[in-house]
């Protein structure tokens, strides 16, 4: 399926861009439920989404494209290993998460963004949902894995992992300095 283009935004309209060829098939929409996500979120100024998800599309970093105010987009992370989170530093807004490296071309936008989400088709996986036992699990984590075997591993072989908007693949160095939260400023956050 080819898909069509939707344009994405940060919440003051500085840091615009174009998700390209989105369908139900070329990404897996997602709701996560996990604390680094909600304390990413709080981190970042923005409204705490608990007890309700995050909800993300998951798809690969040469469907992105940084149409204007690229100049705002900054990166962090909770630890030197963990997710990157790229953010508009104009407003706070989170716009994607990505791996550490530009060769697994992961990149998973914040649903929130896009003006129209019907082309992404329906949440199918959600995860680290609380269960009513307390613990948390996931479910259709076995889509996680379809789209990763299927968007993933064809872009890495194909070459298409080398165009991506957030590194530099020359030197697989993200294209802004991450900025590690201390863990003294995360465990200071507000999340009762
Ligand atoms: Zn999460
Ligand atoms: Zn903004």
């Given at each position: 399926m080819a898909g069509v283009d939707l344009p994405f935004a940060c919440t003051c309209n500085t840091l615009l861009g174009t998700l390209l060829g989105v369908s139900g098939s070329n990404g897996t929409r997602a709701a996560c439920f996990c604390t680094d996500c909600r304390a990413a979120e709080v981190y970042a100024g923005q409204p705490d989404p608990?007890?309700?998800?995050?909800?993300l599309y998951q798809t690969t970093p040469d469907k992105v494209r940084f149409d204007a105010g690229l100049d705002q987009l900054v990166v962090f992370s909770f630890s030197p290993k963990g997710l990157l989170r790229w953010q508009?530093?104009?407003?706070g807004a989170i716009l994607f998460n990505t791996v550490r490296s530009p060769k697994v071309p992961f990149a998973s936008l914040r649903t929130d963004r896009l003006t129209d989400t019907s082309a992404l088709g329906p949440v199918v996986a959600q995860a680290f949902v609380r269960k009513p036992d307390g613990t948390q699990g996931h479910q259709g984590g076995s889509r996680f894995v379809l789209g990763m075997l299927t968007r993933v591993l064809p872009c890495l072989l194909s070459g298409r992992w080398k165009r991506t908007p957030f590194f530099d693949v020359a030197t697989g160095a993200p294209i802004r300095e991450v900025h590690i939260v201390p863990k003294a400023d995360r465990?200071?956050?507000p999340l009762p």
């Open positions: 608990a007890p309700g998800p995050v909800h508009a530093k104009c407003c465990a200071a956050l």
